[in-house]
């Protein structure tokens, strides 16, 4: 079906959208009713409120309301469900349902949205299965016409999974898992400080009864020693095994234990391991002080995280043009996020597939990593450009799965200029302890590319013996990577693979979508921007502006413009001119005339060198006098600082481990006569998330495709949000809508993923989420 005929202000006329939230709460619901609603209203269509979940579609009257623009405003930063939601018995008689299409059809609602569990989708599809002959017994028991039967004859489904666990397969991640993250980090960084303090082990128990993303997430954010999850029972003698484990890291000098359960943790006989279970073991056998925390509904609470708000918001739109786009012979489907991409998926070949887990999990026989040995290899690891949080948790995976290779690792202090100096020192497992939660580079990073020294650092490689090189940094990184394989012509010491790991806070390295330390950024300013808007709060119209970092890369300015609920972000990539500034203060002045108050704008630090933040700040304050007044903030370097977001520490994570792989796979390739000589353009690659995946893209090819002058790639897959911020903000701009996704298959491709990573199906449907 092609969408580039149609116009997206005209799409929803004469159609009526209901959204619902359903199950238990999730943080970013929210940002999905919002996005929900006033995407609705820019297609021209009416848009409903049903309050409480299935319960207010049965009960209907006040249940369910028609929701305007400045009903959602305010609503992104704010936790749980605004619309109420609640578990619903009537719903699952067929009398339920009958009750609920009554109220639909009297009200003209024919798409319906749901936010909520496998238990929430599963009942809306059976909803929409049974809608015509629901129609035939109400028009039979006289409560509606054969007109409005007629007109009311098909029902569109759309979900979108808002769950806490992440254990719905189709979608990486579900709507609150990241914020749950958020959560049980945070309570994980207090916890450490005191059980150093004291020498302690603790036991986290944190959610998940049948599925232990949460916890496995945890343990590799925070460096856990151990993790039970109910997809991987422990093997028989565990016991022993972890008490061994525990006394080797305090032999090691280690002041702390962490173990890390989820709540359906179980052992192979099927019987449930408990946290008290741990702890007299523990105690028993070590002697060890030990304290359990059991976190509970506190991962439930608090602020969505800015990937929440952003992911909610996208599924939002994304819901709103599926069932505005459905025919009656489309599938009641759900919108969810693979990898980087939004798509569509049958709701029902999911809930199948989340079933379908437990068997291909039984199928499924977990052997440990096979550890492969390598011949006395020596890899260096060197960190770029300005510092950023999830430096180090990329620093600290890619040591140890270095090790585990067989390698041995060299830390490189200062960036390329320390390699120059030979400021290089072996790395240790027990070196990176701790890591993961550190903000910052442990190892020091300098802005020198390497072009200046590079006879030094050829020098250096030959000294050290270093066989491959791991560059983990910003746009220098990149650039001096490019350097370094120019130079490959001259000096064959260059000749060893090299892999760059994107790690900035601006988000500007080509062949990447995201880079390490940017969601921390952009955390940072979402909740900087929550403050001040609070700040607003009881006083009359006032206007913020807020100056972000970025260089000449709009991404963080426009995210959080996402993030915040901005009214504009100028940005770089994005030309802007007086009349485009002067449509946005008159934008605000019109704004001001409703209940909304507060007004939200964001630039980016070079977005353009006249229209400066103080001209902007003028021209607002002096064109808004009399109707609203205006304050600035510059946010500076409190964007790079602090500790990484649970996103930057897993994905850190992610990219050190993958990147020495592949150096291994590589070493391996180019090992010729007892030496490693490397200079094939795929042997000096950028790791990058593109799209769906991870992949690596050799630093050549890349060439063509990066603006030197600017410092950003010429292409950024994020400037197609761009409209979405602004209808968000009631611009009556065009939506591009020839990309949205298409419909999918989720079977083959989910039951075969990675065992680890399975989510286990939740085997009693009535007793989670209605």
């Known amino acids: 079906m092609s969408h580039t005929s149609m116009d997206p202000t005209k799409m929803g006329i004469g159609r009526s959208v209901a959204v619902l939230t359903s199950g238990g709460d999730a943080q970013g619901m929210n940002a999905a009713v919002r996005a929900t609603v006033r995407v609705g209203l820019y297609t021209g269509a009416k848009v409903y409120f049903v309050h409480e979940g299935y319960q207010g579609l049965v009960d209907g009257g006040d249940n369910i309301k028609l929701a305007t623009w400045e009903s959602v405003s305010m609503m992104l930063q704010l936790g749980g469900t605004v619309i109420g939601s609640a578990r619903c018995m009537d719903f699952r ?79 990486d991640m579900t ?27 603790f036991i986290l128990e944190v959610m998940g009864r049948h599925c232990g993303y949460l916890a496995l997430v945890t343990a590799l954010a925070c460096g856990a020693d151990w993790v039970f999850i109910p997809e991987m029972p422990p093997d028989e003698g565990w016991e022993g095994h972890l008490c061994r484990r525990l006394a080797d890291q305090r032999a090691r000098g280690c002041r702390l234990n962490v173990i890390i359960l989820a709540e359906g943790a179980m052992g192979r006989d099927g019987k449930p391991i408990g946290s008290e279970d741990i702890k007299k073991l523990v105690e028993k056998n070590l002697g060890f002080d030990t304290r359990t925390t059991v976190l509970g509904h506190v991962q439930r609470g608090g602020t969505p995280s800015a990937f929440d708000r952003i992911l909610g918001s996208r599924m939002g739109v994304e819901a709103v043009m599926a069932l505005l786009e459905a025919t009656p012979e489309t ?55 300005a510092p950023c949080a999830g430096m180090n948790a990329a620093v600290r995976s890619a040591v140890r799965i270095g090790i585990i290779q067989g390698h041995n690792m060299l830390a490189v202090h200062d960036g390329f200029e320390g390699l120059a100096h030979g400021n290089i020192v072996p790395i240790t497992w027990t070196g990176v302890s701790g890591w993961t939660g550190k903000g910052g580079s442990e190892l020091g990073t300098k802005r020198v590319l390497p072009s200046k020294y ?10 050290f013996n270093i066989h491959s090189l791991v560059i983990i940094g910003g746009f220098e990184a990149f650039m001096g990577g490019l350097e370094l394989v120019t130079a490959r012509e001259k000096y064959e010491e260059l000749c060893i693979p090299m892999v760059v790991i994107p790690a900035t806070v601006s988000n500007n390295v080509p062949g990447s979508d995201f880079s390490i330390g940017a969601d921390t950024a952009l955390n940072t300013i979402t909740s900087t921007c929550d403050r001040i808007k609070q700040s607003a709060a009881g006083t009359k119209r006032r206007v913020f502006i807020i100056e972000t970092m970025g260089g000449y ?36 002045v019109q704004k001001m005339k409703t209940d909304v108050k507060r007004g939200l704008i964001l630039r980016n630090e070079k977005c353009n060198a006249n229209y400066t933040t103080d001209f902007i700040f003028a021209l607002y304050s002096e064109e808004g006098k009399g109707v609203f007044d ?43 006569h007892g030496r490693i000589f490397a200079n094939t353009p795929d042997s000096a690659c950028v790791l990058g998330m593109r799209k769906r995946a991870l992949t690596f893209q050799p630093l050549a090819e890349l060439n063509e495709q990066t603006d030197f002058e600017h410092r950003i790639p010429k292409t950024s897959w994020w400037l197609k949000l761009r409209p979405i911020m602004k209808i968000l903000a009631k611009y009556n701009i065009s939506l591009d809508t020839s990309e949205h996704a298409h419909m999918e298959h989720v079977i083959k491709k989910r039951v075969s993923m990675p065992a680890p990573l399975m989510k286990k199906h939740k085997e009693e449907v009535e007793e989670e989420e209605e």
């Open 93 to 171: 008689a067929r009398e339920g349902r009958m009750k609920a299409a009554l109220n639909l059809v009297k009200l003209g609602i024919t798409n319906l949205c749901v936010i909520g569990g496998d238990g929430s989708l599963t009942g809306a599809n059976q909803f929409r299965t049974e809608w015509s002959t629901l129609l035939v017994d109400l028009v039979k028991a006289g409560k509606i016409s054969d007109d409005e039967a007629k007109t009311s004859s098909h029902l569109n489904i759309v979900g979108m999974v808002g769950s806490i666990d992440n254990d719905f397969c189709g979608t």
């Open 175 to 201: 709507i609150g898992t990241d914020s749950a993250l958020h959560r049980i980090i945070e309570v994980v960084d207090a916890i450490t400080t005191t059980a150093q303090s004291h020498q302690r082990t």
């Open 331 to 385: 599938p009641a489907c759900v919108v969810s996020l693979s990898g980087n991409q939004a798509v569509r998926l049958p709701l029902m070949e999911c809930v199948q597939v989340t079933k379908d887990v437990t068997t291909a999990m039984a199928e499924n026989r977990w052997e440990d990593a096979i550890k492969l040995r390598g011949n006395n290899i020596n890899v260096a690891i060197v960190n770029v450009g």
């Open 454 to 463: 590079i006879e030094e650092i050829s020098l250096t490689i030959a000294k």
């Open 553 to 588: 890369c709009g991404y963080l300015a426009t995210m959080a413009g996402l993030a915040a609920g901005a009214d504009a972000a100028y940005i770089y990539e994005d030309k802007f001119g007086i009349r485009d500034l002067e449509m946005n203060v008159e934008h605000l």
């Open 630 to 672: 205006c304050r600035k903030n510059i946010l500076g370097h409190m964007q790079q600082g602090g500790t990484p977001t649970p996103f930057d520490r897993n994905f850190g994570t992610k990219m050190g481990s993958k990147a020495v792989l592949w150096l291994t796979e590589k070493l391996k390739e180019m090992y010729r």
